[in-house]
């Protein structure tokens, strides 16, 4: 029937779509941000990663360390990229800007990423990579499991949010607008930040610490055991009558700043903090 024979013509064409996808997907993927990397690792086949980035082998600043170590990885040096024969890079706003302006020069294909402000953001970020390097599964799979953490992270119905506040180690707060503000909602804590007319990242003066202090500190730790802010401000002559009040529970650093794999472990970690209250 005619109708078959246009059936059978539009399933080729679709089939033929699909392959010609397949072999396009980069075979060489230079990633120059840990964020992005983190994402990478878990939608891109090994052999299609060339490099990552060297803050992703820190094993006090990154959730894959033990992953990046081994894979190669460069100094953010668009000689590197290039001796690296890549097809495509990742890339952020906080990446080099002269790396980036050189590998347009070398027409190597390049993506920039923003820093996500939202978990929407964090998921559309997650499906753009898996969509470039062919792996569109892997990358709904991998929403899945965070959502599915984010989900675990909430608060039983009607239980009422503690306040909270993020400090990283110098001295700045997470405010308003910012992924980990709407992960530490979704945890049934209410980040103070913006109580105090913070918006994003900034400093919160110790005063008004005093006078309206949050019930817990989530404390940026760049490593098990350093110092962190919320230390020096809570053994602070001032806040001293506070004590009883405020609780001080630690906050990895490597968790401030990523979406992506990052936010499982972020949504476990704000659960706990919020279930010793």
Known sequence: MPGGGQSRRTALAGGLALGLMGAAAPRRVVSLNPCLDAILVHVADRRQIAALSHYSRDPNGSLIAGIAAGLPMTWETAEEVIALSADLVLTSRHSSAATRTALGR????????????????????????????????????????????????????GQTPLSAIIYQPNG????????????????????????????????????????????????????????????????????????????????????????????????????????QG
């Open 172 to 275: 700045f707060a997470a405010g308003t607008g910012t992924l980990i503000d709407a992960m530490m909602r979704e945890a049934g804590l209410q980040n103070v930040a913006g109580r105090y007319g913070l918006s994003k990242w900034g400093q919160i003066p110790l005063e008004r610490l005093i006078a309206d202090p949050p019930q817990v500190i989530l404390a940026g730790e760049v490593a098990p055991g350093t110092p962190t802010w919320a230390d020096r401000v809570l053994t602070h002559p001032a806040l001293a009558h506070l004590s009883h009040r405020v609780r001080k529970v630690s906050f990895p650093q490597r968790l401030l700043y990523c979406g992506g794999p990052t936010l499982i472990e972020t949504a476990a970690v704000l659960r706990a903090a919020r279930g």
């Open 106 to 157: 070398m027409k190597i294909r390049t993506e920039l990423f923003d820093v996500p402000d939202t978990v929407a953001d964090s998921d559309g970020q997650i499906r753009r990579i898996a969509a470039l390097v062919g792996r569109e599964p892997r990358g709904e799979a991998l929403i899945r499991r965070i959502h599915a953490a984010i989900a675990a992270s909430r608060p039983a119905a």
